[in-house]
């Protein structure tokens, strides 16, 4: 069975940091690209942060570039988003995703498996 549990979201000020986690299991995680989506409340999922295999190319958002940094340790399955100077306008339900063989790519419908999200609440 392929799981994917993103964990590490939470309430905190603007201004603040949080490091999200993805731990994955069930697939050959060296074969797969991890990319972290989100979806705030009333609008559409979008990509935030992506990374391709052995960490060869990487997808930033353009409203969190600066902010949030993407890393993989193949060693321990894990993705990791590091979300530093946060904003209100980060709030949202974050998940990450497992792409094959994929380039690091925000295109959502190349994914093939979702994790279930972890809550992120930025208060002003």
């Known amino acids: 069975e392929v799981q994917l549990q993103a964990s590490g979201g939470g309430l905190v000020q603007a201004g603040g940091s949080l490091s999200l986690s993805c731990v994955v299991a069930g697939i050959t995680f060296d074969d797969y690209a991890i990319g972290w989506f989100r979806q705030a409340p009333g609008k559409g999922r979008e990509g935030v942060s992506c990374?391709?295999?052995?960490?060869?190319?990487?997808y930033t958002a353009d409203s969190v570039k600066g902010r949030f940094i993407i890393s993989r340790d193949d060693d321990e399955n894990t993705v990791y988003l590091q979300m530093d100077n946060l904003k209100p306008e980060d709030t949202a339900v974050y998940y990450c995703?497992?792409?094959?063989w994929g380039l690091g790519s925000p295109q959502q419908n190349q994914y093939d498996y979702w994790g279930q999200g972890t809550q992120v609440t930025v208060s002003s």
């Open positions: 990374i391709s295999r052995a960490s060869g190319t990487t």
């Open positions: 995703a497992a792409d094959q």
